[in-house]
Antibody, heavy 119, light 108 residues
């Protein structure tokens, strides 16, 4: 079955770069689905960060677009998130997810990884 | 950006009762782009309903979605103990996904 697993540093310094990897198992990342990053905080709730297709096409949340890079490695069945110039407001649980073919929702999720921004 | 508002914030009910959760959008949402999720503590959200009214594979038929335009609802016909959780609606429009703030269904 489809499984996603986030990994990366749990602590990032302010003004630094948050970098996460999503390992995808059970399905090829080169299929017909888009792949997304979503974060969750107690204050702002669930927030979509951006998405990538296996061709490398991307779309981003306008509120984060200037700081976000999403990339993909088809050979390793992975995709990645980089968020630059982080502040305490970027402290959140970060999820990777596969979008549902039936229409712009998120069918499969990783378990999430908590990233704290602090010096 | 389409803003989603969910009500009530908390719904206190007993097992066996019917739950009706509301999701209202600030602009018209294309019906097939409205989804509902369930989230339990320490877990990722779980997709229940897509396209406003279609259950995902494996979701019990006590869960049903309805609505169109700016007003949508999730109904749980008879609450089971495992249904006490937080529920989120989500929409896609103008190349942007947004989520509602959630409704917590807890045990009365």
């Amino acid at each position: 079955q489809v499984q996603l697993q986030e990994s990366g540093p749990g602590l990032v310094k302010p003004s630094g770069i948050l970098s996460l990897t999503c390992d995808v198992a059970g399905v090829s990342i080169s299929g017909t689905n888009w792949w997304s990053w979503v974060r969750q905080t107690p204050g702002k709730g669930l927030e979509w960060i951006g998405e990538i297709y296996h061709t490398g096409s991307t779309n981003f949340n306008p509120s984060l677009k200037s700081r976000v890079t999403i990339s993909i490695d088809k050979s390793k069945n992975q995709f990645f998130l980089k968020l630059s110039s982080v502040t305490a407001a970027d402290t959140a649980m970060y999820y990777c997810a596969r979008e549902f073919s039936g229409g712009h929702s998120f069918e499969y999720w990783g378990q999430g990884t908590l990233v704290t921004v602090s010096s | 950006e389409i803003v989603l508002t969910q009500s009530p914030g908390t719904l206190s009910l007993s097992p066996g009762e019917r739950a009706t959760l509301s999701c209202r959008a600030s602009q018209i949402v294309a019906g097939k782009y409205l989804a509902w999720y369930q989230q339990k503590p320490g877990q990722a959200p779980r997709l229940l309903i897509y396209g406003a009214s279609n259950r995902t594979t494996g979701i019990p038929d006590r869960f049903s979605g309805s609505g169109s335009a700016t007003d949508f609802a999730l109904t749980i016909s008879r609450l089971e103990p495992e249904d006490f959780a937080v529920y989120y609606c989500q929409q896609y429009g103008d190349s942007l996904f947004t989520f509602g703030p959630g409704t917590k269904v807890d045990i009365k």
